[in-house]
């Protein structure tokens, strides 16, 4: 570990030294750099001083005693010939030359004498007036300096115009202005920066590698301390390991027995509450049946052929009710083989059973069947399924006291799938339940001993067990619940 700590330390000295190294010589190229930007800009700006001193000692030659703006209005011939002048120093580095001179010192307006430009559609016209946009132009005038205008206001624009001033014979001052190009030195200064972007570059990579060398130092130390103590732990946990671990072992055992307990507890309440509401509606329709048989025998009105139905349906009911327990029983066995059927014969079945219970409490079924296709599945599992979305509709139905209230369920037939739709006008699902209204033991009626568990198992039998697929949306009126069964199953 000490070899260890000595050798990070070093190549941490060692990245130190590089960084001090490499700092300085970028602070000496930085001091270099500025001094050749300068060094350059100002060669530049000579030579173009110079041309424009040489072209405005020649102009003011040809001026006669009057001041320029007179020479150049009363000798058209002679403006012609001053302004080829200037075109012949028109080149790749320096460009539109002109001109101008103030005609009034209470004006912003110049006025222009010259202009050096080949294209006849460009140029300025003999004392055509134009206002410059910065005001550099009127202080060359008033003290007599040369000045220089960078494009865009930046000294790193690639063109930029001299304003020399011109001192004519009477005192005044006129303005030749001519561009000049800054491309050579831009290219050196774009090379400049990319290198000392580079040493830049270079002194964060260096600093980063040595604070990473502190950090790896750090943790290593940290490590070692850590390291330390476990071991100290350890030795002190080993005296009395055997009888820790018995103790453990025994805390285990009983809480995976606790476990168990409680897993089929909760199983068991959950068959019964699934039993009790899948018995609630064949419940209701054999209350009904009695119920109406009473009611006639009460009023004297004795119909034998009426009694035999209303008793095979009692029957029919029972059977139903035995059935289901069967079938939750073989469910979780998995046990049961599948048999070839259509949804439109499911649905019939089940409407035997609850068709009167609906019916009693003024509920409309709609039915629309598309598919007639036998398919392979488990038709009382099904059948289960199918009563708990009608349970659950027309729990919202009464809940929400709707007027006219239907329950529709359709069949429809794709190139792949068999689709069972049951829907509502209960107003659907809120949006912020719609996530949850298939997880365990969640509903929306815990006040009406609801438990949650019909939709949870519902989708358990169809999806785990029948291959199928069960997901829910709002419609324009109320919640619709789908069913999707693969044709290739």
Known sequence: MLNKISFSRFLTFVTMMLLAITLLFYLFFSYTKNEIVSHFEFTRLEEV??????????ILSMQDKGDLYQTLRHSPEQREALERFLATFQT????NIFLVDQPDVHSILFRVLLDGGEEKSDKF????RFEPENSLWLKVLYTRTPQVIYQKESVDSLWATLLYPLVQKDGSVAILALDFSKEHYEKVVSSLVGLEHFLQTMVLFLLLIFAIMIFVIRMDKRREEQKNEVQKALEKLNLTLEERVQEEVEKNRQKDQHLIQQSRLASMGEMINMIAHQWRQPLSAIASSVEGLRLKMTLNKFDEKLFEEKLCDINRYVYYLSQTIDD????????KAKKSVTLESIV???????????NHKQIEII????????????????????????????DVLLENSVEQPWIKIATYKTQTELILE????GGGIPPEIMAHIFEPYFSTKTQKD???IGLYMSQKIVEEHCGGKLNVTNGDKGAIFTLLFSLSE
Do not use: C, W
């Open 328 to 335: 939750f029983r073989h469910f979780f066995k998995g046990s």
């Open 92 to 95: 790749q580095k320096i460009k």
């Open 367 to 394: 039915l629309e069947f598309h598919a007639h296709t036998d398919f392979m599945t488990y038709p009382n599992e099904m059948m289960q399924v199918l009563v708990n979305l009608i349970k659950n509709a027309e």
């Open 450 to 452: 609801g438990t949650g």
């Open 125 to 128: 016209h003999f004392e055509e």
């Open 348 to 358: 019939e079945k089940v409407l035997s059973i609850v068709h009167d219970a609906l």
């Open 422 to 425: 049951v829907s509502d006008n």
């Open 49 to 58: 001083r110079e041309v424009s001193h040489n072209i405005s000692t020649y």
